[in-house]
C-alpha cells in the first residue's frame, strides 16, 4: 500500500492561505489521493480527492504534482474554525484504506 | 443527509467482557469500516468489509472480530477486553467497490476499559 509522509504540524495566520504539503512518493497509477480533516472529538470528514488534475471545491483546492509523488491542500483562507488534524490518505484499490497521523493545523488570530 | 451511526458515545467495561460495538449506516454503502484512534497514532485500521459476510483485516486485527449479517451494520467484537484496548473507535462507510467514494464516519465511541 502507498504511504503518505505529513508534517507533523504547521501554524497558519488567520485569513491566509494554508499550504499543507503530503508526500506519496509510491503511489500507483490507479489511486486516488483523498484529504480529510477531524475535528477535535468529532469524526474525520472528506474534504476533496484526485488522480491527476487540480481540483477545487467550496472547501479547498488540492494541487497534485505531475509525477504525482506528491500533494498540496490549500486553505485559501483560513479560520479558526479550520483548526484541526489534516490527513492525506492514498486509497488503494482493494479498499482497505489507511490514515497516518496527519498535520495538526493551528490557525492562530 | 448520509449517517453512520455508532450505538454507544461513552462506554466502560471491565477487564474480561465482552464488548459490542455496533454501527449503522443508511446509505446503502458496500464498504464499512473500524478504526482506532489514540494520541500520537493516528486512526489504525482495525478491519474492513466490502460486503454482507465479508470480512478482511486491517493493520491491527489481534484482539477483535467483526460481524456483518446485514448491509447496514457491522460489529466491532471484543471478545476479552483488555486495558491496552481502552481507546476511540471509530466506524466508517463507503459507497463502491473501487478506489473511490468519500468515507463516511461516524461520531465515535470511546470505551475505557478498567
Known amino acids: 500500500d502507498a504511504k503518505t509522509t505529513q508534517p507533523t504540524s504547521m501554524d497558519c495566520a488567520e485569513g491566509r492561505a494554508a499550504n499543507l504539503p503530503c508526500n506519496h512518493s509510491t503511489i500507483s497509477g490507479n489511486e486516488y489521493v483523498y484529504w480529510y480533516r477531524q475535528i477535535h472529538s468529532q469524526g474525520p470528514q472528506y474534504i476533496i480527492h484526485g488522480l491527476k488534475n487540480n481540483e477545487t471545491n467550496e472547501m479547498a483546492s488540492l494541487i497534485i504534482t505531475e509525477d504525482r509523488k506528491s500533494s498540496t491542500l490549500i486553505l485559501p483562507h483560513a479560520t479558526l474554525r479550520d483548526t484541526a488534524v489534516y490527513y492525506c490518505?492514498?486509497?488503494?484499490?482493494?479498499?482497505?484504506?489507511?490514515f497516518g497521523t496527519g498535520t495538526k493545523l493551528q490557525v492562530i488570530p | 443527509d448520509v449517517k453512520v451511526t455508532q450505538s454507544s458515545r461513552y462506554l466502560v467495561k471491565r477487564t474480561g467482557e465482552k464488548v459490542f460495538l455496533e454501527c449503522v449506516q443508511d446509505?446503502?454503502?458496500?464498504?464499512m469500516f473500524w478504526y482506532r484512534q489514540d494520541p500520537g497514532l493516528g486512526l489504525r485500521l482495525i478491519y474492513f468489509s466490502y460486503d454482507v459476510k465479508m470480512k478482511e483485516k486491517g493493520d491491527i486485527p489481534e484482539g477483535y472480530s467483526v460481524s456483518r449479517e446485514k448491509k447496514e451494520r457491522f460489529s466491532l467484537i471484543l471478545e476479552s477486553a483488555s486495558t491496552n484496548q481502552t481507546s476511540m473507535y471509530l466506524c466508517a462507510s463507503s459507497q463502491g467497490t473501487v478506489n473511490t467514494g468519500e468515507l463516511f464516519f461516524g461520531e465515535g465511541s470511546r470505551l475505557t476499559v478498567l
Open positions: 446509505m446503502d454503502h458496500e464498504n
Open positions: 490518505i492514498v486509497r488503494p484499490l482493494y479498499q482497505k484504506v489507511t
